[in-house]
């Protein structure tokens, strides 16, 4: 049983190129995220989809956007990259109702130079 | 405005002995709390969680103590292993809220 699957697990861009990364969870969880975690700062929400069809900015959506393609996949893209960008983003799911337990895939680690 | 604080970065304690890691709230519609466990090159694994109408949840080594006039919980290791070692986030989110809030985390240190 995969989870949260995200891919590439790292990547290098330079500043101004453009890139996308990928989630897809097998658990049939409606609501998925996507956070960046910086040292210092703990997990910052950037954007979530809580159904299939919605999506709605977090605590930090500036210079990103996302595509909830369907019900297992949640695409977060960086349309021209900058070096504040430089992190580490976690992608999760959970289940639309009930406790408010997010399973959290194992990270893309971005580096913009 | 930091919503979820975690005031200590990081914990040195002895196998053995009881690790606390503490967690305050500022906001007051915050019901549901839970404690998520970090390795490095990992995501985030749930551990352990607390609602509003409750005070204690134990599981395991593992308790989790909320005082809800203080917005205030922590989370008890007893006894630590060295496998504890690890950064520890506390979250929270509102009744029927599909978001978390985090503090900035604790790193753990157990020593052998």
């Known amino acids: 049983n995969a989870g949260v699957t995200q891919t590439?697990?790292?990547?290098?861009?330079?500043t101004g190129q453009s890139m996308t990364l990928q989630c897809a969870q097998d658990m049939?969880?409606?609501?998925?995220?996507?956070?960046?975690?910086?040292?210092?700062?703990?997990?910052?929400?950037?954007?979530y989809s809580a159904s299939e069809g919605t999506t709605d900015k977090g605590e930090v959506p500036n210079g990103y956007n996302v595509s909830r393609l369907n019900k297992r996949?949640?695409?977060?893209?960086?349309?021209?990259?900058?070096?504040?960008?430089?992190?580490?983003?976690?992608?999760a799911s959970k289940m639309g109702r009930g406790r408010n337990i997010q399973y959290f895939?194992?990270?893309?680690?971005?580096?913009?130079? | 405005d930091q919503?979820?604080?975690?005031?200590?970065?990081?914990?040195?304690?002895?196998e053995g002995?009881?690790?606390?890691?503490?967690?305050?709230?500022?906001?007051?519609?915050?019901?549901?709390?839970?404690?998520?466990?970090?390795?490095?090159?990992?995501?985030?694994?749930?551990?352990?969680?607390?609602s509003s109408i409750k005070d204690k949840n134990e599981d395991g080594r593992f308790t989790v103590f909320l005082n809800k006039s203080a917005k205030h919980l922590s989370l008890h290791i007893v006894p630590s292993q060295p496998g504890d070692s690890a950064v520890y986030f506390c979250a929270a989110s509102d009744?029927?809220?599909?978001?978390?809030?985090?503090g900035e985390g604790t790193q753990l240190t157990v020593n052998p």
């Open chain 2, 3 to 14: 919503q979820v604080k975690q005031n200590s970065p990081s914990l040195s304690v002895q």
């Open chain 1, 105 to 113: 895939g194992a990270g893309t680690r971005l580096s913009v130079l």
């Open chain 2, 17 to 50: 002995r009881i690790s606390i890691l503490n967690c305050d709230y500022t906001n007051s519609m915050f019901d549901y709390f839970l404690w998520y466990k970090k390795y490095p090159a990992e995501g985030p694994t749930f551990l352990i969680s607390i």
């Open chain 1, 8 to 14: 590439p697990k790292f990547q290098v861009l330079k």
């Open chain 1, 28 to 47: 049939n969880h409606n609501s998925m995220y996507w956070y960046r975690q910086d040292p210092g700062m703990g997990l910052r929400l950037i954007y």
């Open chain 2, 95 to 102: 009744m029927g809220g599909s978001r978390l809030t985090f």
């Open chain 1, 73 to 91: 996949e949640f695409s977060l893209r960086l349309e021209s990259a900058a070096p504040s960008q430089t992190s580490v983003y976690f992608c």
